[in-house]
């Protein structure tokens, strides 16, 4: 059987495919879009996924070999992502609270409703020299830092106060403060260098002295 199309048929099909024709297109142009992203090293990055504008059913995150996948009909979710910076509250959006070097790459967000399937990938490159971890001083290190220099400082004033009580120990227990001090006025009038002038006289007196006494055993006196 032959059937045969007029001029208003063919016209009317040829008007359905073109419509789909663009719809189709419109879809593929939607399918797939690519987005750069530049970040510095510790900022905080989220990557949302649109899904304002469907009736999602299923909605799918990945990153290399790790995934987040949400079924939205059965509420029910499957993930391996295991780094604690990456937090998922809502199937749409992706958190990163501290990005780092390690987190740089390709994420992809796939949504699925009931007209086809959507992709969003964002490039995400990260900034900023890599932390030296080698430098970083943990806080077990600082605590014994501490504990080094305050037993020093301990140990110094010990030392300190042992050297004052042997040199406090080391004098008279019973030694009487007046008479010690007489003692010391004593040793002090001893120790006095008597003037040039006292001694030439003391010296004159002692030699006048044995003269006369040798005069008085000549003379008999």
């Known amino acids: 059987m032959v059937i045969m199309?007029?001029?208003?048929?063919?016209?009317?099909l040829s008007i359905q495919l073109y419509v789909m024709g663009q719809v189709f297109a419109e879809i593929l142009s939607q399918t797939d879009e690519h987005r750069n992203m530049l970040v510095s090293r510790g900022d905080p990055v989220i990557l949302i996924c649109n899904i304002s504008?469907?009736?999602?059913?299923?909605?799918?995150w990945t990153k290399g070999r790790s995934f987040f996948a949400h079924?939205?009909?059965d509420n029910k979710t499957v993930s391996n992502f295991t780094s604690h910076k990456i937090d998922?509250?809502?199937?749409?959006?992706?958190?990163?609270?501290?990005?780092?070097?390690d987190d740089a790459g390709l994420y992809k967000c796939d949504i699925t409703d009931r007209q086809g399937r959507w992709t969003i990938k964002w490039n995400l490159t990260v900034s900023g020299e890599p932390q030296d971890t080698s430098k970083e001083i943990s806080p077990l290190r600082s605590f014994l830092y501490i504990l080094t220099a305050?037993?020093?400082?301990?140990?110094?004033?010990?030392?300190?106060?042992?050297?004052?009580h042997r040199k406090l120990g080391a004098r008279t227990?019973?030694?009487n403060p007046?008479?010690?001090?007489?003692?010391?006025?004593?040793?002090?009038?001893?120790?006095?260098p008597q003037p040039q002038g006292v001694t030439d006289s003391r010296a004159n007196y002692k030699h006048g002295?044995?003269?006369t006494e040798r005069l008085n055993s000549i003379y008999g006196l």
């Open 88 to 101: 998922i509250n809502l199937p749409s959006k992706l958190n990163i609270s501290n990005v780092q070097h």
């Open 71 to 73: 079924l939205v009909s």
């Open 150 to 164: 305050v037993t020093g400082l301990l140990l110094c004033v010990f030392t300190s106060a042992v050297c004052l």
């Open 5 to 12: 199309f007029n001029r208003d048929q063919a016209a009317l």
């Open 173 to 175: 227990p019973n030694q």
């Open 53 to 60: 504008k469907t009736n999602a059913t299923q909605i799918i």
């Open 209 to 211: 002295s044995q003269y």
């Open 178 to 192: 007046v008479q010690e001090q007489f003692d010391l006025q004593s040793e002090g009038e001893v120790g006095v």
